[in-house]
T-cell receptor, first 117, second 114 residues
Framework: NAGVTQTPKFQVLKTGQSMTLQCAQDMNHNSMYWYRQDPGMGLRLIYYSASEGTTDKGEVPNGYNVSRLNKREFSLRLESAAPSQTSVYFC????????????????FGEGSRLTVL | TQLLEQSPQFLSIQEGENLTVYCNSSSVFSSLQWYRQEPGEGPVLLVTVVTGGEVKKLKRLTFQFGDARKDSSLHITAAQPGDTGLYLCAGGRYSGAGSYQLTFGKGTKLSVIP
């Protein structure tokens, strides 16, 4: 019962390097999200994808790009990493449908810990 | 602007004590969720409250949604070391794109000392 799987779990980058965080869910959920978590800041939404083929900016999108590859996979790319992007990144998915009145439980991965030197 | 204010930010108590964590906002939400996060893991949903004034109980945990759906509280009775973790509240509403958007508070880090 995998749920939401993120790779890699740990990564160290130098300033200016690029990398992609991968996320896959096996629950057939429509919506997927990328959050970052920093000490004292809680979880902040970077980008989300309400459904396959759509992506939208969240609260802190600058410096990131995303791709909803298919219904299962949602990747986050850092084109030119900066020390301010040192954080723990969480991917999440949900299966909320407005017409159903669902209230959007989020299922999270275990996180990807990124350090930018 | 932080839409959801959680307090206290840190809480260290002895096993067996009671505690309350607060989550306040000036905005109205369709629902309020509480998550618990343990070190090295992602948050896990504890409860969702959707109706103003609603009270839900989960063993020793009692959750309440404010009448105006702007605030919530989490009360733990007779805390146990297993309750240790980061507690996050999250207010939810649907976006124009149809997805459910959650805004998280900064969290309350609870330590229960045996």
């Amino acid at each position: 019962n995998a749920g939401v799987t993120q790779t890699p779990k740990f990564q160290v980058l130098k300033t200016g390097q690029s990398m992609t965080l991968q996320c896959a869910q096996d629950m057939n959920h429509n919506s997927m999200y990328w959050y970052r978590q920093d000490p004292g800041m809680g979880l902040r939404l970077i980008y989300y994808s309400a459904s396959e083929g759509t992506t939208d900016k969240g609260e802190v999108p600058n410096g990131y790009n995303v791709s909803r590859l298919n219904k299962r996979e949602f990747s986050l790319r850092l084109e030119s990493a900066a020390p301010s992007q040192t954080s723990v990144y969480f991917c999440a998915s949900s299966d909320s449908r407005r017409l159903r009145g669902d209230t959007g439980e989020l299922f999270f991965g275990e996180g990807s810990r990124l350090t930018v030197l | 602007t932080q839409l959801l204010e959680q307090s206290p930010q840190f809480l260290s108590i002895q096993e067996g004590e009671n505690l309350t964590v607060y989550c306040n906002s000036s905005s109205v939400f369709s629902s309020l969720q509480w998550y618990r996060q343990e070190p090295g893991e992602g948050p896990v949903l504890l409860v969702t409250v959707v109706t103003g004034g609603e009270v839900k109980k989960l063993k020793r945990l009692t959750f309440q949604f404010g009448d105006a759906r702007k605030d919530s509280s989490l009360h733990i009775t007779a805390a146990q070391p297993g309750d240790t973790g980061l507690y996050l509240c999250a207010g939810g509403r649907y976006s124009g794109a149809g997805s459910y958007q959650l805004t998280f508070g900064k969290g309350t880090k609870l330590s229960v000392i045996p």
